[in-house]
């Protein structure tokens, strides 16, 4: 199962080439994770169960990003689509996967960029990582998929 | 050999965690690499030879990008340092690889950061890539060292 | 007449101090006035007639922008309201006024800024200022409404 | 007298229309002033006494800001100055007033931005104002100069 979110550009996320700058392409990660993955009050997503508001018990700290570009994106006032899935749950952590695209109502839609996140739930009084709960792992399990296969990965042998 | 750039923080890089967001650790990354490689008139850097502005011949597409984060990083008004070299050079492509860390002369310097981006060079008339020259290559083929070791990278088999 | 433009905020908008940040606040002003100003084929706003894309004839530039901050504004998933009307229409500029207010349907309802943006048309190709048409006249002159009244402008006598 | 603090610019300042975008311009105001009126720990200035980061007892409060776009500024790696005057010191407040301009040592040096910011002392504990204090005072009276005056303000009449 996966989730979709879609997420509004901004203007200003181009830069001087007229693209959507590479840096900004993880902003709009970021954006659909919290999304996804944060409480609210009004509940919109089963996954969103994570109270990492400063101040809560729990911080998420990213640990690794990996992102492969696969068009250019430019600014458009419909929003991109930003799809979620879960590569894998570990003891402490989560990878997140992401394909960045457009609509399925677009004809001939374009897959922009595909990524990761490894989150590390931490907890803030010690400022060390803690478990996974059952009721995250409950909230999550449904979302696992195949992890995102990166096509340029240079094997380090 | 290796390249020093010192780049200096903006009190706004960091978010309400107080720590410099996961997203603006790679524009340090992006003001590094351009600070290294593109061509100015003050030539600093013997690897700055890419003449990559918008309405050149060749613009610099970023491919992927991978990146570890190894502590948080919090605003100092000392620049830190990235840390540049490359990892692979390709018919086309460019494996720059990085750390972000404090200067050597710090007590306890620490490493906040380690990461990786292949860069394409395209020809922007036809829109496609473009091979890398002679030029370039005898430019930066000093600079080629062992391309990072990410720790946690999952592997996909 | 006034344009109300949903705009959501990120929440990488808010700084260490865990409100959204000074600066951010003109960015939610250039968003709303892109939406609300701009052409598109999914015509939204009657006074969305300019074509200001790069490489189009007219380029809008900001000549000057004046912002009082209300009330300190946190991150929510539901877009803020920016409302937009026009100041005065000059010759060959334009002077957007806004307020950054919760939408109308909240309990309590706060206005965080209030600000103005004097906007120039100009001519791309020669870089200079052009007039304002009569077509861009007619779809304007509906929103003119009194300026902002900002409160602790220091006169300079 | 006046404060001139060198700034780098970030090739990601540029938007799509190849300038500094407006926004950006006054993230350039705020990396300067918080160099010049926040204390570090190698005291560069003698203004820079206020202890404002996040945890402190005193915040300072962006209240109103006016800025005035003069030139357009693209990237470059030399940094640009912007200097630093007090228009006034009121009970809890401050204006600060700048000019984003090339270095003195520039052929031809432009003006790209003049601009003023009011900034109110916030004691943290209540979250009201709080009075300026007496060694404050003393730090900032030397810096106190005219106001910016700006050309464009439209009268309210």
């Known amino acids: 199962m996966r989730i979709e979110i879609p997420v509004h550009l901004r203007w200003s996320d181009m830069d001087a080439y007229g693209h959507v700058n590479n840096v900004d392409m993880l902003r709009l990660l970021e954006i659909a994770r919290i999304e996804a993955f944060w409480a609210s009050d009004s509940q919109q997503h089963h996954t969103g169960i994570l109270d990492a508001l400063p101040g809560s018990p729990t911080a998420t700290y990213v640990a690794r990003q990996e992102i492969e570009y696969l068009a250019p ?10 799809e979620l899935w879960i590569g894998h749950i570990g003891g402490a952590s989560l990878d997140i996967c992401y394909a960045i695209r457009d609509p399925h109502t677009t004809s001939q839609p374009t897959v922009y960029a595909q990524a990761s996140t490894t989150l590390v739930m931490v907890d803030t009084a010690s400022g060390t ?12 399990v449904g979302y696992v998929g195949e992890p995102v296969s990166f096509r340029h990965r240079r094997s380090r042998a």
Chains 1, 2, 3, 4 share one sequence.
Do not use: D, G, K, Q
């Open 129 to 140: 990582p803690r478990r996974i709960t059952h009721v995250e792992r409950e909230a999550w």
């Open 73 to 82: 994106l430019t600014y458009r006032r419909e929003p991109v689509i930003v």
